[in-house]
């Protein structure tokens, strides 16, 4: 076989890539474009911001939660039904978004949307690696691309709707894109109901797991209350019994608690984890201050916040090269860095006029910063792992990873609130370049865990 034939491709590659794409793409702008209305939600449905956070928060902790069932869900209904099933769940939730009318119901309707998108990501890779087989990574390669437009378009879709129209638009304009992936779904995707492999289910771990970080989560919003101390507790009771039930079940368990007993698992982990919610818990902070603290537009706001995807586009394609060149480590710590100095640049900003031209270096420095620290420790988790254990492996770090943004978010939407109601705040500070220094705190940790990496990493067989 010649070297053009073997480098070519089935066009039924690439309709399925489109359609794994289309459904990665649409959860991730959906996972920012919120976050640019957080103000006029809060104001429309009469809510507190660290409640009206949840909209963004209860969504990502639903994408979180149902990672677990993905594998299983696959080999008990097979890939193309569960796609078509999230797919139009995912469609119908936003419809329900667009009606709600109060921030309870449209939380409500938030998390059984990120329930639906939360398998939408992992289902993407799975359709392409089985479509492409060994041309994996080279259709990977071009569908990263489209992907990583997510932080880019979200405050942008978000600012140009939010000037011409309400905030339910933000929702309603999902519709006809959910229905043609649907239409496209049934046309492309092969039927593989033939490879079913039904297996058992963690479910005491599952059942265990999820209320357990919903309450802990729902406690440290209204830690000052007698009813939030009380979820707190409650949540942090499931999470123990959950540890003790997960040591015991080893490769049955919801996640092996076994793997962190390897070191380099165990840092990438942390950095996975930090990585994830220092990006959110930012995507929450910057257009809240560049509305309230500094007057701009939603539309405004939106191109604002441009750099700031347009940073980690860059930085993405050039991770190769450099983990080559300076090993991961290395990168990882470097991007840390930058992201650091970047954040510490709009703790600068949060006491002076609006300044595009320090803002908008400001952003895309963290943006490739971000960019390039998440990678590095994800391929140094994946290779110090055996073969046989990469799935599980798999589950426990995109959890992980996925935990980290409503974990983060939520804890500086408090620090935020509570600053905002103090007068005056600490040492002179306001209560922007508070938060913004704790965000740059919780870098600077990212920064330290990620220098535990190894400098270089080898896969495992």
Same mark, same amino acid.
């Not at 990672?67 to 869900?73: A, C, D, E, S």
């Not at 400001?362 to 792992?385: D, E, H, I, K, N």
């Not at 983060?408 to 609130?417: D, K």
């Given at each position: 076989m010649s070297a053009a034939q073997r480098d070519h491709l089935d066009p039924l590659v690439w309709k399925i890539t489109t359609v794994a794409v289309l459904g990665s793409l649409l959860a991730q702008i959906d996972a920012t474009i919120v976050n640019v209305?957080?103000?006029?939600?809060?104001?429309?449905?009469?809510?507190? *911001?660290?409640?009206?956070?949840?909209?963004?928060?209860?969504?990502?902790?639903?994408?979180?939660?149902?990672? +677990?069932?993905?594998?299983?869900?696959?080999?008990?209904?097979?890939?193309?039904?569960?796609?078509?099933w999230c797919f139009s769940l995912f469609t119908l939730s936003s419809l329900l978004c667009s009606l709600a009318w109060s921030a309870d119901a449209l939380i409500g309707f938030r998390l059984l949307q990120g329930a639906s998108g939360g398998l939408l990501a992992p289902m993407a890779q799975l359709m392409m690696k089985r479509a492409a087989g060994n041309q994996f990574t080279r259709v990977a390669g071009y569908a990263t691309?489209?992907?990583?437009?997510?932080?880019?378009?979200?405050?942008?879709?978000?600012?140009?709707?939010?000037?011409?129209?309400?905030?339910?638009?933000?929702?309603?304009?999902?519709?006809?894109?959910? =229905?043609?992936?649907?239409?496209?779904?049934?046309?492309?995707?092969?039927?593989?109901?033939?490879?079913?492999?039904?297996?058992?289910?963690?479910?005491?771990?599952?059942?265990?797991?999820?209320?357990?970080?919903?309450?802990?989560?729902?406690?440290?919003?209204? =830690?000052?209350?007698?009813?939030?101390?009380?979820?707190?507790?409650?949540?942090?009771? *499931?999470?123990?019994?959950f540890l003790r039930v997960e040591a015991r079940k080893a490769e049955r368990a919801l996640i092996d608690l076994s793997q962190f007993h390897n070191h380099t698992f165990a840092v990438a982990a942390a950095v996975q984890f930090l990585s994830n919610g220092v990006m959110f818990a930012g995507q929450m902070l910057i257009p809240l201050f560049l509305i309230q603290a500094w007057g701009r537009s939603p539309v405004e706001m939106g191109w604002l916040l441009a750099p700031l995807g347009l940073g980690m586009m860059i930085a993405f394609p050039l991770l190769g090269f450099l983990t080559g060149r300076f090993g991961g480590r290395a990168v990882a710590t470097g991007g840390a860095l930058l992201s650091l100095a970047? @954040?510490?640049? *709009?703790?600068?900003?949060?006491?002076?006029?609006?300044?595009?031209?320090?803002?908008?270096?400001?952003?895309?420095?963290?943006?490739? $910063?971000? $960019?390039? @620290?998440?990678?590095?420790?994800?391929?140094?988790?994946?290779?110090? =792992?055996?073969?046989?254990?990469?799935?599980?492996?798999?589950? @426990?770090?995109?959890?992980?990873?996925?935990?980290?943004?409503?974990?983060? @978010?939520?804890?500086?939407?408090?620090?935020?609130?509570?600053?905002?109601?103090?007068?005056?705040?600490?040492?002179?500070?306001?209560?922007?370049?508070?938060?913004?220094?704790?965000?740059?705190?919780?870098?600077?940790?990212?920064?330290?865990?990620?220098?535990?990496? +190894?400098?270089?990493?080898?896969?495992?067989?």
């Open positions: 209305s957080l103000s006029n939600l809060a104001q429309d449905l009469h809510a507190t *911001l660290p409640a009206i956070q949840w909209v963004t928060s209860g969504y990502l902790l639903a994408l979180t939660l149902v990672l +677990p069932l993905n594998g299983w869900l696959i080999d008990r209904i097979g890939g193309k039904a569960l796609y078509l691309v489209p992907i990583l437009l997510g932080p880019l378009l979200g405050p942008v879709i978000a600012g140009v709707i939010l000037r011409h129209a309400s905030w339910r638009w933000l929702f309603l304009v999902n519709l006809p894109v959910g =229905v043609l992936a649907l239409v496209l779904s049934m046309l492309f995707l092969p039927d593989d109901r033939e490879d079913l492999r039904p297996r058992e289910l963690d479910w005491l771990g599952l059942v265990l797991l999820s209320p357990g970080l919903a309450l802990i989560l729902f406690g440290a919003e209204r =830690v000052r209350q007698h009813v939030g101390i009380v979820a707190m507790v409650a949540g942090i009771v *499931l999470l123990v019994f970047a @954040t510490l640049m *709009l703790a600068w900003l949060a006491s002076r006029p609006l300044q595009v031209a320090t803002l908008v270096p400001a952003l895309f420095v963290r943006g490739a $910063g971000l $960019g390039a @620290t998440a990678l590095p420790a994800m391929s140094a988790a994946y290779a110090s =792992v055996e073969q046989r254990n990469l799935p599980m492996a798999t589950t @426990t770090l995109n959890i992980l990873q996925r935990l980290g943004g409503p974990t983060l @978010t939520t804890l500086c939407a408090l620090v935020l609130a509570e600053l905002l109601g103090a007068h005056p705040t600490l040492d002179g500070l306001n209560a922007w370049e508070v938060t913004f220094l704790l965000l740059a705190m919780l870098h600077a940790l990212m920064a330290v865990t990620a220098v535990r990496l +190894p400098g270089h990493v080898s896969g495992r067989g």
